[in-house]
């Protein structure tokens, strides 16, 4: 990659135009930046139980805008004439399939005061959420129990790409190896890159089933 330290000139990392306002810092700001981003990213749990959207949009302006940015390129055959891009992309892109874990939240009903964990409905935002590379939950994930039902998606990025969160993180010096067997990526909750949807099965049928090639 070209010496990005010195050079002032946008790499439209965060979208086509020269003038959006993650695009204006050098790369060497942009790092710092989308480490930071990345960090705060992964310390959510991969196995979500409902959605905070409103806390998304942040993220997803600015992870979200890579994949954006970098789908965009690829249509208009702008990736490799945009300087530096496609070199950037390539510490990140991430293709083929993956799986994503959905796991009850605790509710309350009116008129009680006890909690109970029901499975929160899928909501195809179109945002970034937590994927994995992985169809195995059975092990090193936190606040995942073998035994316990959860809804699972498997998809695929199709032309698209997902942020795989290892090879970022370490080209962005912000490596965490406590979080590297989970095999993250970060890819969008839309409808159209899901393959099938598994409700009410343990993460030990889960991998069985993907094991045996369920379609």
């Known amino acids: 990659m070209r010496d990005v330290m010195t050079d002032l000139s946008p790499m439209l990392l965060f979208d086509g135009s020269p003038m959006h ?7 060497s700001v942009q790092k710092v930046m989308l480490a930071r981003t990345l960090t705060q990213f992964r310390e959510r749990p ?7 959207e409103e806390g998304l949009r942040f993220y997803d302006g600015v992870l979200g805008n890579l994949i954006r940015t ?22 990140w892109e991430y293709h083929g399939d993956l799986y994503r874990i959905i796991g009850a939240a605790y509710v309350c009903d009116e008129g009680t005061e006890e909690p109970r964990l029901e499975m929160p409905e ?10 994995s590379k992985s169809y195995n939950f059975t092990e090193g994930f936190n606040h995942v129990y073998p035994g316990r039902a959860y809804t699972f998606i498997c998809a695929n990025t199709l032309t698209s790409a997902g942020i795989d969160a290892n ?3 370490e080209f962005l010096g912000c490596f965490n190896p406590y979080t590297a067997c989970e095999n993250e990526v970060i890819f969008p909750m839309k409808r159209h890159y899901v393959t099938k949807v598994y409700k009410d099965i343990t993460p030990v049928e889960f991998k069985k089933m993907m094991e045996e090639g369920a379609n």
């Not at 306002?21 to 790369?27: D, G, R, V, Y």
């Not at 991969?46 to 905070?52: I, P, S």
């Not at 970098?70 to 510490?91: I, Q, Y």
């Not at 899928?122 to 994927?131: D, E, R």
């Open 21 to 27: 306002p993650l695009n204006q810092p050098p790369f």
């Open 46 to 52: 991969l196995c979500g139980g409902g959605y905070d």
């Open 70 to 91: 970098r789908d965009s390129f690829l249509d208009s055959g702008m990736c490799e004439s945009v300087d530096g891009f496609a070199d950037f992309a390539s510490h």
């Open 122 to 131: 899928i909501k195809w935002h179109g945002m970034v959420a937590s994927w």
């Open 167 to 169: 090879k970022l993180s």
